[in-house]
């Protein structure tokens, strides 16, 4: 019988820039509906990484497989969601519009005006439909990003150290709120950051690299409880698995 | 309402110079004789006026047209950026006054060559700008894109072409106003009508107040193009912070 496809599968992935050498041999598999979260210091190659899976950069070797297709194939369909550290915003849309974008680029027209309503108000962005990005604060911008990445359902998002840019506060009810959605959606996220706390608190394995080329060092099992919320943060529990996670890399985190 | 109001009182003191000093009116007019110039002239000076203003619009658009068509093709192949972009600065460094000759030789004395003086002298903030605006956009919103398989239709569509606007409508102002220089200069060359003949005719009989009417209308005529294609800009860009004039 044949097993069912990871969402993700990474195999012997190596990419180098001419003699700079950035992914070494990574391997990597993540289950449909899982999250997973890369580590590693900044300029280590995660975004790279990230961008091969999307099929962004070609790998020098190895291959990538998105639930048994090439990236390449998958994206297509709309099957996949990059967000970035920057919401990318397209200035000369309003928030509603740059939300509609990829159902435009998608094709896919018709779309029930009741469901970007609803994801609107989920992400608290009722009454912005109008307004222009420029009107519209770094926090809420991001969080236009990410509804214009959940309105057409992909199955697998990609982020790159999407509240890298926000400030602190703000960065916490974003992490709940894309825990939310996530278990509202049932995607798969891979979500690359620096700060060993976020992927700790988000994610069900941690996947550590080493820097420059990047290797895979550890892929942690996270088991803390799910749903997690603000109590899973301010838990003992959280606490020493950050603590003894971090003396066991003895990487630094940003928190 | 300040500048007009320094306006008002430069005039004064213009009139009241060269009222004291009893300066001949060949060579320079009080403001006064310049406006009932105007004012007796109106219909001549209107038709002049027209005259130039036809000329300078079509060697505008038509500019407008081939420099941004050509800047689509710059966006698109280094390859053809880099074989033709060379002879794009040729043209912009050729001072339009040296080819002018050409053209009337070329295509006569009427409006035609005129066109294309005008058109020469739009061309190349239009190319320029047009050019960076469609390539300058965010790597990342290049990737967004990407990731959802978009065409290079799509991409042009809902993301060059948008991001383009406000460098193309900075390089529409400026030949706005030099479309009506390069109108005038094709008509120093030969002309029978349009505000660079009036000019010429009326520097000939030193009838100067004629002349400062042909100025003053020329002056007028590129400010109000300019100012018509900035209001063009702001209905456009009405997702752009109003920026200062």
């Not at chain 1, 915003?89 to 509609?100: D, G, K, Q």
């Amino acid at each position: 019988m044949k097993t069912p496809a990871s969402a993700v599968q990474v195999r012997n992935l190596s990419k180098s820039y001419g003699k700079l050498q950035v992914l070494d041999q990574i391997s990597l598999e993540v289950s449909k509906g899982e999250f997973v979260s890369i580590v590693g210091a900044s300029g280590g190659g995660k975004t790279t990484l990230l961008k091969i899976i999307g099929g962004l950069v070609k790998p020098t070797s190895g291959e990538v497989l998105l639930d048994g297709l090439p990236p390449t194939e998958r994206r297509r369909e709309g099957y996949l969601g990059f967000v970035f550290q920057n919401p990318v915003l397209l200035p000369w849309r309003t928030l509603e519009e740059n939300v509609r974008l990829p159902l435009e680029i998608l094709h896919q027209n018709g779309f029930p005006q009741e469901q970007i309503n609803e994801l609107l108000d989920t992400l608290g962005l009722s009454g912005f439909e109008t307004s222009y990005p420029r009107q519209l604060s770094g926090g809420m911008q991001q969080r236009a990003a990410l509804a214009r990445v959940l309105l057409y359902k992909p199955s697998l998002l990609l982020m790159d150290e999407p509240f890298g840019a926000v400030d602190e506060i703000t960065r916490t009810r974003l992490n709940f709120e894309l825990l939310k959605v996530w278990e509202k959606f049932h995607t798969t996220i891979l979500f690359v950051t620096h700060s060993l706390d976020e992927a700790i608190l988000l994610s069900d394995r941690v996947v550590v690299l080493t820097s420059r080329p990047a290797k895979i060092y550890r892929i942690l099992t996270v088991d803390l409880p799910r749903p997690r919320s603000m109590e899973t943060m301010n838990s003992a529990q959280f606490h020493d698995l950050v603590r003894w996670t971090r003396e066991r890399l003895k990487i630094d985190s940003q928190s | 309402m300040i500048p007009a109001a320094f306006f008002v009182a430069a005039c004064c003191l213009w009139e009241a110079i060269v009222r004291l000093a009893q300066v001949p009116l060949y060579i320079l007019p009080p403001p006064s004789a310049i406006l009932s110039e105007i004012v007796e002239q109106n219909l001549s000076l209107l038709k002049h006026t027209g005259v130039t203003m036809i000329e300078a619009i079509a060697g505008f658009a038509a500019a407008n047209l081939i420099a941004f068509a050509l800047a689509v093709v710059f966006a698109h192949s280094r390859i053809l950026e880099k074989g033709l972009y060379p002879y794009a600065i040729a043209l912009k460094t050729t001072p339009v006054v040296a080819i002018a000759p050409l053209l009337v030789l070329w295509l006569g004395t009427d409006m035609r060559s005129k066109m294309v003086t005008s058109a020469l002298i739009c061309f190349f903030p239009v190319l320029v700008n047009a050019t960076r605006g469609l390539r300058a956009v965010n790597e990342e919103a290049l990737d967004l894109f990407e990731s959802l398989a978009a065409t290079r239709w799509q991409v042009f569509r809902l993301l060059r072409l948008p991001n383009s606007l406000p460098y193309l409508f900075s390089a529409l102002k400026i030949s706005s106003s030099l479309s009506v220089i390069g109108a005038i200069v094709g008509e120093f060359v030969g002309a029978n009508s349009g505000l660079g003949y009036l000019i010429l005719v009326s520097s000939y009989h030193l009838e100067t107040p004629a002349l400062f009417a042909a100025v003053v209308a020329a002056a007028i005529s590129g400010i109000a193009f300019f100012g018509v294609v900035s209001w063009v800009e702001r209905k456009v860009l009405v997702w752009q912070e109003p920026s200062e004039v």
